[in-house]
Nanobody, 122 residues
């Protein structure tokens, strides 16, 4: 079982990126899938989460109105659409699987994908 994150890159402030988190070996919608990010010298923080069966979503205050989490059962993947990007969004972004409910703390997640770098230039 694994998660694979992709879609990061370099973008100017105000631009957009869409991150993908592809699940293999299990159905993503059996679990809550969260997006986290970690900037240099900072702690990992939760950005967004989609609970199992797509019942509910969660967004950090810093990204509300700019980021949207979505999914595709056919592709067994979860996405993070990031619009109106700011330099402070620069970080390595990770996707992770928890139980059925979104959990605030990263320690509650049992499977992590590799990170994808997002760099927003001013």
């Amino acid at each position: 079982v694994q998660l694979q994150a992709s879609g990061g890159g370099l973008v100017q402030a105000g631009g957009s990126l869409r991150l993908s988190c592809a699940a293999s070996g299990f159905r993503f919608d059996d679990y809550a899938i969260g997006w986290f990010r970690q900037a240099p010298g900072k702690e990992r923080e939760g950005v967004s989460c989609l609970s199992s069966s797509n019942i509910s979503t969660y967004y950090a205050d810093s990204v509300k109105g700019r980021f949207t989490i979505s999914s595709s059962i056919a592709k067994n993947a979860v996405y993070l659409q990031m619009n109106s990007l700011k330099p402070e969004d620069t970080a390595v972004y990770y996707c992770a699987a928890a139980g059925t409910r979104c959990i605030y703390y990263s320690t509650g997640y049992w499977l992590w994908g590799q990170g994808t770098q997002v760099t927003v230039s001013s």
